[in-house]
């Protein structure tokens, strides 16, 4: 791992952080680097070093070559939310939203969902961690559920999970009233009105949180970050990552736990092997969900999967894109289309999405009404082929209808899938 460390000042949900340190200060790991202010997160040095530099959207610090255990403690003065706050935990799973503002929350009772569904397909490092250290996520289930005040703990991850699931169960203590529930293996299982949905039989309306339905969901691995704050006072300065695609190391997914915030994309990537010869793009996050990114790109506290793919393939015919709320958007179809040398004709969202407080929502998570209307009017529009970002049912309706209208079907995932030799995003199983 090379020696620059490049802190985004905007982690996750809210405004950039503001610095509180200059060019030229020397810094432990665990120093406090800026503070929001407003909605945001604390940021902190993931290494011993050097400020070298400080931007309108990053600090770069050199680190020494010499990187100590020890790490600076933060204040743990007040409640559990107070102490969250301080060590800057956000949502580590993708979502980035503060959560000492999710603990805040008063669940009279309620539950707390711990979320290891980890539904993009190739990730890992969640299962991972869930298999081997199984009892710090379940002390920060009892951490968030004192904070929230609820009664029950759940744990919802994959039923094919097994190994996982059976560590996790030999954990558990009867009187601690938590649970697991088992779904099944469909994307998006762990969107969080999804999950509700699964676990609690409560469908949410697009623009409601989990806690209409007496529930607050935290990731496994923000569960975790909890009890570090609470026990070892220790601030979040790194990351849990998949690395995965075409590398020299073969196609299997590669975990990595503990990796320092701010480390380059393309140190991950060395770790894992390096890129094998020529490849088409490195996307940062899941297969449905990523965007493409750079080597250079810093890891965030958001970051869970780094690929780096096949060349694309050419696209064959005018493309109808098919957005959905629960994959890639109209900005990432269109990328895809470009680097496919496909020539969009037109746009159709899925029968489900619907705009709810500034995005695109999906009414209800992973299961299709039927996809035909929105198919015969790209068709109609010129289109020859489709590219489409829509969840598992989704596709499995759509290859119902494009395939007897000669329609070619492309998904946003197709070149990561082909890249590790997995099944394509098709009809269901």
Do not use: W
């Not at 869930?130 to 009664?151: H, S």
């Not at 220790?234 to 849990?240: I, M, T």
């Amino acid at each position: 791992m090379n020696n620059t460390i490049k802190l985004l000042l905007k982690q996750g949900i809210g405004g950039p952080s503001e610095p509180i340190v200059k060019a030229g200060d020397t810094v432990k790991k665990g120093t406090l680097l800026a503070v929001p202010k407003g909605l945001g997160s604390n940021l902190h040095s993931s290494v011993y070093g050097t400020i070298a530099e400080i931007t309108e959207n990053c600090i770069t610090i050199h680190a020494d070559d010499n990187q100590p255990d020890e790490f600076e403690k933060i204040s743990c003065n007040g409640s559990i939310a107070d102490i969250v706050k301080e060590a800057g935990i956000i949502g580590m799973g993708g979502a980035g939203f503060p959560s000492n503002v999710k603990l805040e929350t008063d669940l009279s009772g309620g539950v707390i969902i711990a979320n290891g569904v980890e539904c993009e397909p190739l990730l890992k490092h969640n299962i991972r961690q869930i298999t081997e250290n199984p009892e710090v996520i379940y002390r920060g289930i009892l951490y968030a559920m004192k904070a929230a005040n609820a009664k029950r703990g759940i744990l919802a991850i994959k039923r094919k999970n097994a190994e996982a699931v059976n560590s996790f169960k030999a954990v558990i203590k009867p009187h601690d009233n938590i649970e697991i529930a088992e779904l099944e293996d469909l994307y998006p299982m762990g969107e969080e009105r999804a999950i509700v949905r699964e676990v609690l039989g409560e469908l949410l309306k697009t623009d409601q949180l989990p806690s209409a339905a007496g529930a607050v969901i935290l990731n496994v691995e923000t569960l975790s970050r909890i009890t570090e704050a609470v026990e070892l006072h220790k601030p979040v300065v790194s990351k849990n990552i998949t690395v995965v695609g075409k590398l020299k190391s073969g196609k299997d997914s590669k975990t990595f736990l503990d990796v320092p915030i701010g480390a380059s994309v393309s140190s991950l990537i060395e770790m894992a092997g390096g890129i094998d010869g020529e490849f088409g793009e490195i996307i940062m996050g899941g297969p449905f969900t990523g965007h493409s990114t750079t080597l250079d790109s810093p890891i965030t506290k958001t970051s869970g999967g780094i690929i780096a793919t096949m060349e694309f393939l050419k696209a064959k015919g005018k493309l109808g894109l098919l957005v959905c709320a629960c994959g890639a958007n109209e900005d990432r179809l269109r990328e895809i289309a470009e680097k496919m040398n496909g020539d969009v004709v037109a746009v159709e969202r899925c029968k489900q999405a619907v705009e709810s407080r500034g995005a695109l929502k999906c009414e209800n998570p992973g299961n299709c009404p039927g996809q035909a209307e929105k198919i015969m009017k790209l068709k109609k529009a010129g289109a020859e082929s489709l590219l489409i970002s829509n969840c598992s049912d989704c596709t499995n309706t759509v290859m119902c209808v494009a395939p007897k209208l000669k329609m070619p079907v492309y998904h946003c995932t197709d070149h990561v899938m082909r890249t590790v030799g997995h099944r394509l995003i098709r009809r269901l199983p």
